[in-house]
């Protein structure tokens, strides 16, 4: 954990509060009262010199296992090097880890933060973090689509993301759902082949409880999928599979 002031603290613990107002002065003050006590309190605590000052407690106390380290850190590289434009997202999430990493190996681990916002947003950055926000919220995502191999031609699509997976030979991002507009049956879409995507805010949906992602991904990905599900996956929605789950489910990669 990196020293921080008492308004570095105050900053993460109200994170909405109105700097430089009384109120916020109030909150410095209480932090600062909180970390006097703990300076008396924890003997792992450290008060640095300097105006003003910093505070650190030595002891990890969310310290990971090298393989917990390895899986949490590999998989935020994974979505830093295809997704380049969420900057703020992605740099708390690998501060977070390098806080939670051994001190040894905090150095290297900062140096990647150095180029977050340098590189140009991609198609799939735009298109991931409205996924997410759709997956994440539990509203229908709607996009165009074309099949490559195809017409040619851009389809509306309407999906209810169940899954956002990494394809385990290509690493690109897909999104693993119902389609509703016109085959009402899952399907996975390649999030770089999306365009003009939507939130319909006005929709929900619940990812049913039949729902098996190793089988529907053992049907559009093949052997590698279903016998070695995707180790730096986004996320795993642990659940089931409708029956019409099956090898239609598969995009062209």
């Known amino acids: 954990m990196r020293p921080r002031t008492a308004a570095d603290l105050a900053l993460l613990l109200y994170p909405t509060a109105p700097l430089g107002t009384r109120r916020w ?23 640095l010199r300097g105006r003003p000052p910093r505070y650190i407690i030595h002891t990890v ?6 393989l917990e380290l390895l899986a949490l850190h590999a998989a935020a590289r994974l ?24 001190a040894r190996l905090q150095p290297v681990l900062k140096v990647g933060l150095s180029d977050l916002g340098s590189r140009r947003r991609s198609r799939e950055t735009l298109n991931m973090e409205k996924a997410v926000r759709a997956w994440a919220d539990g509203h229908p ?4 689509y074309r ?17 956002i997976e990494v394809h385990p ?19 996975t879409f390649k999030l770089s082949r999306m365009r003009a995507l939507e939130v319909v805010q006005a929709e929900s949906y619940d990812i049913p409880e039949t729902f098996v992602p190793q089988q529907v991904l053992g049907a559009a ?4 999928a279903a016998n070695q599900w995707a180790v730096c996956r986004c996320a795993c929605v642990s659940g089931p599979t409708p029956p019409t789950a099956s090898k239609r489910a598969v995009t062209h990669i």
């Open 25 to 47: 002065n109030a909150i410095v003050r209480g932090v600062q009262r909180d970390l006097d006590m703990l300076d008396h309190l924890e003997p792992d605590f450290e008060r």
């Open 79 to 102: 979505t830093y090097h295809r997704c380049s434009g969420e900057v703020q997202v992605q740099r708390r999430a690998l501060q977070r880890l390098t806080d939670w990493a051994p």
């Open 61 to 66: 106390r969310s310290a990971l296992q090298p």
């Open 221 to 224: 990905w093949g052997w590698w």
């Open 141 to 144: 995502l709607r996009f165009e």
């Open 169 to 187: 030979q290509n690493l690109e991002l897909y999104a693993l759902g119902l389609e509703t507009s016109f085959h009402g049956a899952v399907r």
């Open 147 to 163: 099949v490559p191999g195809g017409s040619g031609t851009w389809r509306p699509n309407q999906l209810n993301i169940y899954l």
